[in-house]
Every structure is written in structure tokens, then in C-alpha cells.
């Protein structure tokens, strides 16, 4: 059988990106010698703060050319508070990477590992299990390059929603609660009862859930979502929504549980994706040893999964169960959820599960 070469893209970036990117990769290079007829190819490029102080550019050509060629990005984490344009904003590449390379559908999974790691836990809580799929090209993000006039003392930054934006975001949620083992719903979180860009958003929504009969299609107001992810999380299967409300709700779901470490994310497009954990750069914790390594390890099983090869989908649900293995003992935890192991303990840890369900 020829082998299928995939030519992976990691971007380490800024902060504990290097240090949980590593570990992923070594776990895929783990994986990929148990799989059969397939062979990931990492080529490492620069970008980020670090790249900007150096170059005066964040995401040089050279490293934008090589994700637009790549059959995938592994990223890090990119900007540091520290170091900002100078209007103020932080540097943050990946938004570029996003909006230039159309990857429209951010894919968040929030899975409960232990019924200890979450907040909620007093409140029975049970499973959690649903994912956010927040619209990354659009919405209120887009206005992220107007300039603030300060002498008219006014600052604004537009809301831009289009129907062919929205209907792909849409088809890639239904397409999701089709093939996940769940409620069979799709939520749009909007605020159409006071914004017409929502209105406009949720009569697409719509139209779009007609051509999916067998999915429930779900309305609810982001305030309201809000509430509901903390009092009734097992309500959702599949959210949708705008750009800026799926920043803020991930990090919320995210918290739910375990934290920002916990949570993976693809940001997907019709011919290229990137994988990167929900978290930023961290930068309180880098260079500690002390960076949760899980929800990188996690990005990298979504982007096998991907990858659409049988082997890699194999190898990402070999991932995914090694980390349920190691997660199921409430003592496997790094400092940021209670525990005491480090970046590269925990790493170890599922690297030894992975080889027990090899061998
Ligand atoms: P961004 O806006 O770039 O998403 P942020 O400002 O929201 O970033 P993060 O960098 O995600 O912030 O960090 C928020 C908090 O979560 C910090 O206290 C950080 O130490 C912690 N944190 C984030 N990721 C991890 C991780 N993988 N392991 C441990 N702690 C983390």
C-alpha cells in the first residue's frame, strides 16, 4: 500500500504555546508510528510577538504561505499583554490566519472528563458534553481594524453579518449534530430581539436548518445562553454563533470544565484548518513546566480526525482515549485545575496509556 504523507504546519508561538505544541507533536509522532501507510511530515515556522520584535511583522509571508500549502496547522498560542500594535490591540496573528485563510467555522468541544473538574459540581451537575461552533471570519470581530477618534470622543466597530458567512457556519453545525451521538439539536445564540444583523443572522439560520429534517433547530438569546450553560449545560448539543458571543461563551463553557487547559479548537474552512487549544498565551505560567498540556493534546486528535484518513480518524480516537484513560484518576491534573503534575508528566502519562492500547 503507498504511504499518505500529511504535511503538518506548527506554529509554537508565544508564551506556553512552545511548550504544549511540543508535547502534541510527540505524541503524534507516537501515534503515527502505529499507524498504518500514513506519515506526518511537521515543518516549524516562526510567528507571533517574538516574530514581530524581531521582523516587524507577526505573520510573515513565508509562514502564511506554508499554512495556505499545509493539509493542517498545529498553532500554540499567540500574543503577550505585553507587547501591542500601536493602537493598543495585541498581536494576534491567528485572527489573521483565520480571516485570510477563510476558516469560518471555530470548533470548540466541551467534554467533562471527571465529574470533579468542574465548578458545578455540587449541583449535579452530570455529563457535559456539547460543542460551541463559533463563526471566526465575521461578525463583530471584522470591525476589529477601525481607529478609535478620540477628539470626538467616539469609538465604533461595525457588526458585519452576510447570508453566505452565516449559511456555511450554519451547514457545518447541522453537518456536526448529524453525525455526534446527541440531542440532535442546534442552538443559534443571537440577540435578534435587539439587533437587526441578529435578525438577519437567525432568519438564515432558518433557512438553513430546512435542509436538515432530522435536526432540531434551537433559538436562544446569548443573555440567556449564558444562564443556561451554567444552570442546564446537558440542554445543548450543538451551539452556533456570531464571532464575538463565541469568544466570551467558550471561555465560559470552557470553564465549566476544568478550565481554558481543558478545551481544544478547530478552526475549520472548505480547504484548510488550524488546531489550536482555546487558551491564550498564558504568560503567567510560561517557562514554569506548569502549562496543561490537554487541550493542545486534544486539538491535535481533532485535527487527525480531520485529516480524513481511516488511519488518522483511527489514531485520533486512540488519542482521545488515552486522555479519558488518564483524566479518569482525578490525581492526573496540572496545577491549574488543583494538581501537582507538570506540563511533561502529564504528557508522559498519556504517551504510557497510548502505548498500552497499542500493544
Ligand atoms: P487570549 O485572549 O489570547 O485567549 P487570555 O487573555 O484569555 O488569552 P489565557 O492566556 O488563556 O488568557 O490565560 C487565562 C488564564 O488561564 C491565565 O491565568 C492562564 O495562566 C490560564 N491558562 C490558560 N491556558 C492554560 C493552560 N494550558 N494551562 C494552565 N493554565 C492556563
Not at 66 to 85: F, K, N, T
Not at 157 to 175: P, S, W
Not at 224 to 245: G, H, K, Y
Amino acid at each position: 500500500m503507498s504511504e499518505k504523507e500529511f504535511h503538518i504546519v506548527v506554529l509554537e508561538g508565544d508564551g506556553i504555546g512552545p511548550e504544549v505544541t511540543s508535547q502534541a507533536v510527540r505524541l503524534l509522532g507516537q501515534i503515527q508510528n502505529n499507524l498504518n501507510g500514513v506519515r506526518f511530515n511537521f515543518d516549524e515556522y516562526c510567528v507571533g510577538v517574538g516574530e514581530y520584535l524581531k521582523n516587524g511583522t507577526a505573520l510573515p509571508d513565508s509562514t502564511f504561505a506554508a499554512c495556505e500549502a499545509s493539509d493542517a496547522v498545529l498553532l500554540g498560542a499567540m500574543g503577550i499583554p505585553s507587547v501591542r500594535y500601536p493602537d493598543g490591540t495585541e498581536i494576534a496573528p491567528q485572527l489573521d490566519l483565520r480571516e485570510r485563510l477563510q476558516l469560518y467555522g471555530g470548533v470548540r468541544p466541551i467534554r467533562l472528563f471527571h465529574a470533579e473538574d468542574t465548578p458545578l459540581k455540587n449541583h449535579g451537575a452530570g455529563d457535559i458534553d456539547f460543542v460551541l461552533v463559533r463563526e471566526s471570519t465575521e461578525g463583530l470581530f471584522s470591525g476589529r481594524g477601525a481607529t478609535a477618534d478620540y477628539e470626538a470622543g467616539l469609538a465604533t466597530n461595525m457588526m458585519r453579518i452576510t447570508r453566505a458567512g452565516t449559511e456555511r457556519v450554519c451547514r457545518l453545525a447541522f453537518e456536526l449534530a448529524q453525525k455526534r451521538n446527541g440531542l440532535k439539536k442546534v442552538s443559534l445564540v443571537d440577540k435578534a430581539n435587539v439587533l437587526s444583523s441578529m435578525a438577519f443572522m437567525r432568519q438564515i439560520f432558518d433557512e438553513v436548518a430546512t435542509e436538515f429534517p432530522d435536526i432540531q433547530a434551537d433559538h436562544v438569546y446569548v443573555d440567556a445562553s449564558a444562564l443556561f450553560m451554567v444552570r442546564d449545560p446537558q440542554r445543548f448539543d450543538v451551539i452556533v454563533t456570531e464571532n464575538m458571543f463565541g469568544d466570551i461563551l467558550s471561555d465560559l463553557a470552557a470553564g465549566l470544565v476544568g478550565g481554558m487547559g481543558m478545551a481544544p479548537s478547530g478552526d475549520i474552512g472548505a480547504t484548510a484548518a488550524v488546531f489550536q487549544p482555546s487558551h491564550g498565551s498564558a504568560p503567567d505560567i510560561a517557562g514554569q513546566g506548569k502549562a496543561n498540556p490537554v487541550a493542545t493534546i486534544l486539538s491535535a486528535s481533532m485535527m487527525l480526525e480531520w485529516l480524513g484518513h481511516p488511519e488518522t480518524q483511527r489514531g485520533a480516537k486512540m488519542l482521545d482515549a488515552a486522555v479519558a484513560s488518564v483524566l479518569a484518576y482525578p490525581k492526573n491534573r496540572t496545577p491549574d485545575m488543583g494538581g501537582k503534575l507538570s506540563t511533561q508528566t502529564m504528557t508522559d502519562l498519556i504517551s504510557e496509556a497510548l502505548a498500552k492500547s497499542i500493544n
